[in-house]
């Protein structure tokens, strides 16, 4: 079966031609489809750089990217439809001025969608949320809330790949895990396709069944769950991050 994404050999390099700074070095990674993938790795590791490639929002990349939603049409909007991504910070990512139902209804508006207020209603419940957030601003939001307001955009759409760039790191310990509950639920029920960078091997060890460890835009090393689990590597660096890391794994629930 053709895997969710393909890459090969992705390079990225921003600059100008006289300076180039290569940020991603010929990366190879494979995703099934179904398949929660982490990207792992400390700032500047490349990770987000390669999330934004899959999603169409980096240029300046050598290599090639192939995804299965490809197979349903190169546009803009049908590619839009099928993979979302879903940002790191909530407060950021949300529009101030627009209640939750402007948020989500703008998305299925410019896709021509039918039935746009029982969507938007069916999208709030995916997430945990019920009606009497749709008039609501994003500042009268905790920060899960708006996390959770981010996720029913991106699955409001009914996309098959959902990319996830550090969707917990911008709340408090005590809202990460129920955060998390829900992007496992969702995945569960609709089948989906995850891509998660984070910098948290106990967040990457709660959500993905294999990950690739990145150091200066190139793999270290690939791991599988079970792997991180038992800090079992045989990578000084991949070790040095296990270990750096072992506290996280207390705050993600099993």
Not at 48 to 62: D, E, K, M, P, Y
Not at 118 to 144: C, E, K, N
Not at 164 to 182: C, I, R, Y
Request: with cysteine; aromatic share 4%; proline share 5%.
């Amino acid at each position: 079966m053709t895997p969710a994404i393909d890459i090969v050999d992705l390079t990225v390099t921003f600059g100008s031609p006289s300076k180039p700074v290569t940020v991603v070095k010929e990366v190879n990674m494979r995703v099934e489809r179904g398949e929660s993938f982490g990207l792992v790795g400390e700032s500047g590791s490349g990770k987000s750089t390669i999330l934004r490639c899959i999603a169409g929002l980096a240029q300046n990349w050598t290599g090639r990217i192939t995804r299965a939603t490809d197979e349903k049409g190169t546009s803009r909007p049908v590619f839009s439809r099928n993979v979302q991504m879903v940002f790191q910070d909530p407060y950021a990512s949300l529009h101030p001025r627009l209640t939750v139902e402007r948020t989500l209804m703008e998305p299925v508006r410019i896709h021509g969608l039918d039935d746009p207020a029982a969507r938007v209603v069916a999208a709030l419940d995916a997430v945990g949320l019920d009606r009497r957030f749709l008039y609501r601003y994003p500042h009268q939001l905790s920060g899960g809330q708006r996390q959770r307001v981010a996720i029913a955009r991106a699955m409001i759409l009914e996309p098959s790949i959902l990319l996830l760039d550090e969707p917990t790191s911008a709340l408090d310990v005590s809202v990460q895990a129920e955060v998390l509950n829900v992007l496992t639920a969702l995945r569960k029920e609709r089948a989906l396709t995850y891509v998660l960078v984070s910098h948290d091997l106990g967040v990457i060890t709660h959500m993905c069944e294999r990950a690739i460890v990145l150091r200066g835009g190139r793999v270290e090393e690939q791991l599988r769950r079970d792997d991180i689990v038992v800090q079992n590597s045989g990578n000084a660096y991949v070790q040095r991050l296990m270990a750096d890391s072992i506290l996280a794994f207390d705050r993600v629930p099993s």
